[in-house]
Structures are given as C-alpha cells and as structure tokens.
C-alpha cells in the first residue's frame, strides 16, 4: 500500500503540473480568453479533484488509500484545454459529486429522507446548469435500491426536493421577469436531442481512447474488482458505472453538449479507472498510462 500511495502522489503531482500548463499554453494562443476564465477554470477543476477524493476516501471505494482518481481526473483535464469555456458543467459535475455522497450515506440507514431531499435538491442544481440531467431523476429513483429501499416516504422526500428547486426557479424567472428566457434555455436543450455527430478526427481518437480504458475499467471492476471488495464498495462502484454510462449515452444523444457530458462522465470513470491502475502493476496497466498521455497530449496540441 506504502508503494503504491508513494507512486499516486508522485503521479498526481505531474498530473497537476500538466493541467496548468495545458491550460496556461491554451490561455497563451488564445487571446480572447481573460485571465480570470482560467483562475476560474482551476479553481472549478481543483474543487472537483477534492470532492472525487472525499467521495473515495469517506467510503473507501478503492479499498485502499490511493490518490489515483484524482491523477487521472487532472491529467483528462490537461488534455482538454478547451474545456476552459465550460464553467457550468464544472459546477454541475460538483453538484453531481455532492449528489452521490449524500445518497451513499443512506448506505443501510433507516432514517435517511433528510440525505434522500438533499441528493436529488443537488441533483436539480445540477439540472439548472445542464437541464438534461433531470432525466437522471427516474434513473437514480431506480438505481438508488442498489444502496438503500426507495420506500414512500423517501420517494416524496425526492419528490419534494425536486419541486422545491423547480417551483424557487419558476418563481424567481416569475419575479424577475425571465420565463422567456428561462423557456429558451430548455428549448434549446430539447432541440439539441439527437443532433447530427460531427466529429474531428482528434476528438474520434481521444474518445476511442478513453472508451478503451473506461471498458477495461469496468470490466476490471466487474470480474476481480467485485469479488475482493465488500458489498457497500461493490454497491457504490455500480451506482458510479451506472451514471458514468449515462453522461456517455447523453454525449452522443445531445451531441453538440458532448463536451459538457464528458466533463460529467470524468468523475465516476476517473474513480472507475483509478480501481484498476490501484490494482494493476504490471507491465499491461503502463503502457496504457503511456499510450494514454501520448494520445491525450496530440489532442491538447490539436487545439492549441
């Protein structure tokens, strides 16, 4: 374990170095960027890493102490650049992470409406940056027995939530004179559904990459992964699985949004891949981490 918390640390700290200066190389050939998009842009990015490994920590998803999710969440970061004019999917990846801690602490809890209303009120915040992710309410009402029962009283908690975030927004474009503009935010979400995908050949490359080492992820998880952890880790890693594969269905559905969902799809599967590079020391598992910053960094100079 000493070895490899040794190895998380130092990578974490390259993966951090990266970040900056791929964001710094990107803010330098783009001029129209102001400086404080990219303070933002770190400070949105730093934000989320911490609550990745708060979420891992608190719950031991790795089973072991390990800063992997974070190293892989910087270095996804560092090569994309050109998320920098995407703050909202920041604060909606926030408040997802948010969501997801509150529901694992109904892990066996016979009171626990209070966490069920805060969950799914982090979840429609979320919703108010990326309005697709309401359709994540159904999902998580069904995905939620994984952890806890979704019995009645639980289920009128998320309701209620729900139509409290809803109903203050409603009233506030009521009051500040904003419904039309509050209707166009969601039409143009509904307009986007099913869009025509095209996509630059880097872009093809970067996610045929990151769907290799999302699959072997999974299937790590699902084959030795499962069997050596305890069921609250094996309950929580599903959960995870389960809305990482629908930020990757709404990438491809609300294609013009894509690299919102991917920013999405970086927390659960940077804790997904983080498992198998914790596990995996042989030869196979570096290669793939040298493959992955050779692939990553043509797509970073791609934009640049």
Known sequence: MAHRLT?????????????MLSSGLFAFFRSDLAW?????????????????????????????LSIFPATIYFLLNAFCPNFIPEPQAYLASACLMMTCLSIFNCYQQNECRVKVYNAYFFLCMAGIFIPGLLLLIPIIWISFNLINTLNIKRWLASLLAVITVVGSICALAFVFDAEQRLLLI?????????????????????????????????????????????????????????????????????????????????????????????????LFSRILIILSLAVGCVYCLSFI
């Open 186 to 282: 969601f039409t143009r979400s509904v307009e986007n559904f099913y869009a025509a995908i095209f996509l630059k050949a880097e872009e093809w490359i970067f996610l045929a990459g990151l769907t290799v080492l999302s699959i072997i992820g999974i299937f790590h998880f699902l084959n030795q992964g499962q069997r050596s952890r305890r069921n609250s880790i094996r309950y929580f890693n599903s959960f995870l699985i389960i809305i990482g594969l629908f930020c990757v269905a709404m990438m491809f559905l609300f294609s013009p949004l894509r690299h919102q969902y991917l920013i999405l799809a970086a927390l659960p599967f940077s804790i997904i891949l983080g498992m198998y590079f914790n596990d995996v020391q042989h």
């Open 7 to 19: 190895r998380a640390n130092w990578l974490w700290q390259v993966a951090f170095l990266l970040f």
């Open 36 to 64: 404080w998009r990219i303070l933002l842009h770190a400070v949105l990015v730093g934000g989320n890493a911490v609550l990745l490994q708060l979420l891992v920590r608190q719950f031991e998803l790795l089973g072991s």
